[in-house]
């Protein structure tokens, strides 16, 4: 159980201090929801319960959606900004727009 504890610890401050990587951002809440899985699982076979091991299975996947989606619009996000980063991004997204409007309209 402290390893979970220490898990989640270990996702959480992850998540606050990395505040401009997305990727370190994703890894972080799969870190939280995993320790999370390993505190219902540990329970479940504690009590001997196979509900809490049927959504142990849930959250799992859950995670795994939360990842494909949370990268898939990371993907996106770098083609419209060239750029992972989330420190100064809406300038240059609007900047890309425009200088992509005006090199269309060359053609």
């Not at 220490?6 to 401050?13: A, C, E, Q, Y």
């Not at 990727?23 to 319960?49: K, P, R």
């Not at 494909?68 to 990371?74: P, Q, R, T, V």
């Amino acid at each position: 159980m402290t390893w979970a504890l220490i898990l989640f610890l270990i996702g959480l401050i992850g998540f606050i201090l990395n505040r401009k990587n997305v990727i370190l951002m994703l890894v972080s809440i799969e870190i939280m929801l995993l320790s999370i899985t390993l505190i219902i699982l540990i329970n479940s076979i504690a009590f001997n319960d196979n509900l809490g091991q049927l959504f142990a299975l849930f959250i799992i996947a859950l995670a795994g959606a939360e990842s494909a989606i949370g990268l898939s619009i990371l993907v996106v996000f770098y083609k419209l900004t060239g750029a992972i980063s989330l420190t100064n991004n809406v300038n240059s997204a609007t900047s890309n727009t425009i200088q992509n409007n005006d090199n269309s309209s060359n053609y």
